[in-house]
């Protein structure tokens, strides 16, 4: 299924995947996979018109060399779409796994502004951090050499992308409900209006949100 801003999808519909899916073994992809699909695939489009200019300061810095891990020889001949309902075929991660994993590249993209997500990096950024998301929030797992074969790497390449990604972000791999919620909500609306919330934005976004909600709340008890 390719999610298309015209399809008529409710975001009651995707909030029913996220929390009560069914692990049946004929149950159809989870819609939060066909939205994650399209947020990324905007991105990558505009991260093309960009592309040239920053990947080049990219190779240009030895100090993020760490980075360029995520990077392929060729790009994959592959579409996300395809990419994530293979993962989702091969591992039955849940929903709420997408979600986490959406809020790490998130977190990812945001901890390294010089990191732009390509046709060369993506896949194995999302294999990663699906990964990653799976042994946060699943009770049990498949081991890596799993991930790297449902992904289309060694497990070699597996082992050393997931380390570089945990340090990277300084391990910061806690999602709180609050957190969860904002995603889920930003998901919704990609539903309900096709669009305009590209990855990079929607943690600055949910921070703005929280700032905003203490603030008002100083101000109620400077008021009582």
């Known amino acids: 299924m390719v999610f298309s801003s015209n399809m008529a999808i409710s975001p009651r519909k995707l909030r029913y995947d996220v929390y009560s899916y069914s692990y ?22 505009r991260n093309e018109r960009i592309g040239r200019k920053c990947v080049s300061s990219l190779k240009h810095n ?15 001949d592959m579409t996300i779409q395809s990419y994530l309902e293979r993962i989702f ?32 990096n993506v896949h194995r950024l999302l294999i990663t951090t ?3 998301a799976s042994k946060y929030v699943e009770d049990m797992n498949y081991r890596n050499s799993y991930f790297a ?13 997931e380390l570089e990604f945990l340090f990277l972000m300084n391990f910061r791999m806690h999602v709180n409900v609050s957190v969860f919620e904002s ?3 930003h998901l919704e609306r990609e539903v309900s209006i096709g669009g305009g919330y590209y990855i990079e934005k929607t943690l600055r ?20």
Do not use: H, W
């Not at 100083?218 to 008021?223: E, G, N, V």
């Open 24 to 45: 049946q073994q004929d149950s159809e992809t989870p819609l939060v996979i066909s939205v994650l699909a399209s947020l990324i695939e905007r991105t990558l489009a």
């Open 62 to 76: 030895s100090s993020k060399t760490s980075v360029r891990v995520f990077d392929c020889n060729e790009t994959p």
């Open 89 to 120: 075929k091969y591992t039955r991660a849940g929903p709420s796994v997408y979600v986490i994993a959406y809020v790490y590249i998130d977190r990812f993209c945001s901890a390294l502004p010089e990191f732009r997500i390509t046709g060369r």
């Open 130 to 132: 699906i990964m990653v």
């Open 149 to 161: 074969r449902v992904g289309g790497i060694t497990t070699e390449e597996m082992n050393t992308l």
């Open 183 to 185: 995603y889920c909500c």
């Open 205 to 224: 976004c949910a921070e703005e949100t929280k700032s905003r909600q203490r603030e008002y709340n100083q101000m109620s008890r400077i008021t009582l």
